[in-house]
């Protein structure tokens, strides 16, 4: 359900690693978003992009990179200088402007 | 940017009884406003949305109300049930991001 796949949904990494989480979304929206979710906090925005091959910093883009080669896939890597990756991280599409965002079921990431 | 500030951020109520949740924003050039709902470890899904060119909007138990002058709009949840006990949180749009509060939870008590 929802159109929107982010896989996988648990997540271990080992100190010192990259991880890449896959987001891909059949719903032909332009816009793509990566949220990441910490106990009690609100959602807070890591990256988004409006079109292919184009994308932008959110308020937490830190340690976090991404791409945008396809319309359905919005790949975000977790980088090494990311200090406290642990947590849960959403990946969303919505239509251009001002319409409603649908989130994939969130993957869960535990650095070990 | 936009800053999106929500309260409560817990909220008790009895079955039956109303709920309600507040959130203000800071720029006026926001212009759409969605509700999201997140149970245990799912994703958030939308519940009710208002555009700026409207002060009220109604789905069942489910009302959203928008003041632009003030720059709040508030969720209220009528009659609430138990399968209503989530997350909720508000949201705002411009500059072609959505906004989040801080989220709600709300435990509605049999």
């Known amino acids: 359900d929802g159109g929107i796949t982010q896989s996988p949904k648990y997540l271990f990494r080992k100190e010192g690693q990259n991880v890449t989480l896959s987001c891909e979304q059949n719903l032909n929206h332009d816009a793509m978003y990566w949220y990441r979710q910490d106990p009690g906090q609100g959602l807070r925005l890591i990256y988004y992009?409006?079109?292919?091959?184009?994308?932008q910093k959110g308020d937490i883009a830190e340690g976090y990179s991404v791409s945008r080669e396809k319309k359905e896939s919005f790949p975000l890597t977790v980088t090494s200088a990311q200090k406290n990756p642990t947590a849960f991280y959403l990946c969303?599409?919505?239509?251009?402007?001002?319409?409603?965002?649908?989130f994939g079921q969130g993957t869960r990431l535990t650095v070990v | 940017g936009e800053n999106v500030e929500q309260h409560p951020s817990t909220l008790s109520v009895q079955e039956g009884d109303s709920a309600v949740i507040k959130c203000t924003y800071s720029?006026?050039?926001?212009?759409?406003f969605p509700w999201y709902k997140q149970e245990l470890g799912k994703r958030p899904q939308l519940i009710i949305d208002?555009?700026?060119?409207?002060g009220e909007k109604k789905d069942q138990r489910i009302a959203v109300t928008l003041n632009k002058t003030a720059k709040h709009f508030s969720l209220h949840i009528t009659e609430t049930q138990p399968e209503d006990s989530a997350v909720y949180f508000c949201a705002g749009h411009n500059f072609n991001k959505f906004y989040f509060g801080s989220g709600t939870k709300l435990n509605v008590k049999p």
């Open positions: 969303a599409s919505s239509l251009a402007r001002e319409t409603e965002a649908f």
């Open positions: 208002i555009r700026s060119n409207v």
């Open positions: 720029d006026s050039a926001s212009n759409y």
């Open positions: 992009s409006q079109i292919v091959n184009d994308f």
